[in-house]
T-cell receptor, first 116, second 112 residues
Framework: GAVVSQHPSRVICKSGTSVKIECRSLDFQATTMFWYRQFPKKSLMLMATSNEGSKATYEQGVEKDKFLINHASLTLSTLTVTSAHPEDSSFYIC????????????FGPGTRLTVL | QKEVEQDPGPLSVPEGAIVSLNCTYSNSAFQYFMWYRQYSRKGPELLMYTYSSGNKEDGRFTAQVDKSSKYISLFIRDSQPSDSATYLCAMRRNSGNTPLVFGKGTRLSVIA
């Protein structure tokens, strides 16, 4: 299947700092990328949908100024958590769809963010 | 009623058993149906992907979609301890950038 990578896999930061998470589709061009958040033993919560070259569409309740999403190319999307606080600690997972991956949707391995 | 219903389990079976996982849904516009496996602290892995109704088989896994009943299933034959994970069903409407709608996931334990 298609491969999606995420970096970093784990990050610990101080409250008030910003953290950037990268998501890359390694063997296909992702016309659409999705960002999810997952709490322990809970299902995935969609945060936003982004198409290459356009502004992301955020789900209700997700602060767009806090969670900045950039989808600058067909293989790269970034999520920046600005002025992170302890309540932002979570597991963030990106997902990609499109191109040679067909209609399947493929997930990255996730990034565990801990804000102290 | 939630759009996608999935029994969270946990489901515990002996090694070698046939596992049946199911989801029901309410939106008749769903056309794409997927099953993901998620291990703890990992991203979901796409196992099976089906368009519209019918069956699909891949190794020990069989996915079934019954659109008339709004019911999808995943069968795992000869289950192994390594199959122990959370299984998520997901579905969406037509192509393009429509987001997936997920079930809550079923936690499966296969006991050796």
């Amino acid at each position: 299947g298609a491969v999606v990578s995420q970096h970093p896999s784990r990050v610990i930061c101080k409250s008030g700092t910003s953290v950037k998470i990268e998501c890359r589709s390694l063997d296909f061009q992702a016309t659409t990328m999705f960002w999810y958040r997952q709490f322990p033993k809970k299902s995935l919560m969609l945060m936003a949908t982004s198409n290459e070259g356009s502004k992301a569409t955020y789900e209700q309740g997700v602060e767009k100024d806090k969670f900045l999403i950039n989808h600058a190319s067909l293989t790269l999307s970034t999520l920046t958590v600005t002025s992170a606080h302890p309540e932002d600690s979570s597991f963030y997972i990106c997902s990609a769809r499109g191109g040679l991956a067909g209609d399947g949707q493929f997930f990255g391995p996730g990034t565990r963010l801990t804000v102290l | 009623q939630k759009e996608v219903e999935q029994d969270p389990g946990p489901l515990s079976v002996p090694e070698g058993a046939i596992v049946s996982l199911n989801c029901t849904y309410s939106n008749s516009a769903f056309q794409y149906f997927m099953w993901y496996r998620q291990y703890s602290r990992k991203g979901p892995e796409l196992l099976m992907y089906t368009y519209s109704s019918g069956n699909k088989e891949d190794g020990r896994f069989t996915a079934q979609v019954d659109k008339s009943s709004k019911y999808i299933s995943l069968f795992i034959r000869d289950s192994q301890p390594s199959d122990s994970a959370t299984y998520l069903c997901a579905m969406r409407r037509n192509s393009g950038n429509t987001p997936l709608v997920f079930g809550k996931g079923t936690r499966l334990s296969v006991i050796a």
